[in-house]
């Protein structure tokens, strides 16, 4: 499964952004809506942080510590795509940001990388005035 990343941009701090994930025209007929997605970036000189997952099972979502109450992850199932929200974005959330998905159906989700399969190209978020 190919998954595609998109929405990242310049911000200015305090801004917002949303990001996307979906799938490759190649991959169109797998629905994300019963699998996991997570949200991860890595930022300049940095390893790569687990920022949010909504689960294939229940859409129950989690969020890592440094964007709670900031970022919001949620679906839309008619565009087969998982979006994340982000809002009054800091130098800190610069990073370039991926979304992944698992091979198994209804399952919880995590925010760590080692619990998926397939992976987003990335998308760059810079916030910066």
């Known amino acids: 499964v190919q998954l595609q990343a998109s929405g990242g941009g310049l911000v200015q701090p305090g801004g917002s952004l949303k990001l996307s994930c979906t799938t490759s025209d190649a991959d169109a007929d797998v629905e994300l809506d019963a699998r996991s997605v997570g949200w991860f970036r890595r930022a300049p000189g940095k390893g790569r942080e687990g920022v949010s997952c909504?689960?294939?099972?229940?859409?129950?979502?989690h969020y890592a510590d440094s964007v709670k109450g900031r970022f919001t992850v949620f679906r839309d199932n008619a565009k087969n795509t998982v979006n994340l929200q982000m809002s009054n974005l800091s130098p800190e959330d610069t990073a370039v940001y991926y979304c992944?998905?698992?091979?198994?159906?209804?399952?919880?989700?995590?925010?760590?990388?080692?619990?998926?399969?397939?992976w987003g190209q990335g998308t760059q978020v810079t916030v910066s005035s």
């Open positions: 909504i689960a294939g099972s229940d859409d129950a979502t």
């Open positions: 992944a998905t698992q091979e198994i159906k209804y399952y919880s989700c995590t925010t760590s990388d080692r619990d998926y399969d397939y």
